[in-house]
C-alpha cells in the first residue's frame, strides 16, 4: 500500500512467484504469503487499520500463515517498538528501535553473513533501518551487522531490517518462497 512494494513484486516475479497488492481485506483472499514493506511505518500502520486489514492479518498469523517484514515492515510486525506507542500488528516477540543507525548514518550498505544462505555474503541496503533490540527465547537470529541483530525468524514468519528487494540477490527472497512451500 505505500513504500518500497514494486521492488518485492519485481524480485518474487523473477522467482516465478505470481504476487498480487494487498490494499483490503478481500485482497487476501487466497494468498499463502504476506510481505509488508519498507516505507513509513507509521503510515502502513494507519492504513493497516482501515477496513480491519490489521485484524484480519492478525487471524492469519494465529494460522501461520508465513509473513515477510522489510524495514518498516520489520516495525510494524514486532511487539515491542522502543519508545513508541504507534500501531503495529504485535505479532513477533521482538523489541525494535526506530531509525537506529543514528541521522548522521540514516542510508548506508554493508556486506553481511547469513549463515541459513549460505557462505557469500549478502550486500544489504539499510534504510533509515531500525534494528531489533531484544528477542525472546522462540525468536531465531538470522543475521546481526556490527552485532545489532538485523533479520530474525519466529516459526513463519522473518523480518529483516534491510532492504533484500534493492538489490538483484534473490536469495531472502527464495528463503522466503521456501517458508512457503513447506507450510503447503
Ligand atoms: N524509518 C522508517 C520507519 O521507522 C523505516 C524506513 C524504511 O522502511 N526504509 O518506519
Redesign the pocket.
Known sequence: MQ??FREHRRAFESLNCEVVEVRKPADLQGIQGLVF????????GKLLQNEGLGDRIKELAAQDMPMFG??????LLAKYIDDSDQYRLNLMDITVK??AFGRQIASFEANITIPALGNDPVRAV?????YVQEVAPNVGILAEYEGKIVFVRQGNMIASAF?PELTPDKRVHQYFLNIISEYQ
Open positions: 513504500g518500497a514493506p519498507g516505507g513509513e511505518s507509521t503510515t502502513i522489510t524495514c518498516a515492515g520489520m516495525i526506530r531509525n539499510f534504510i533509515r533501518a531500525p532492504h
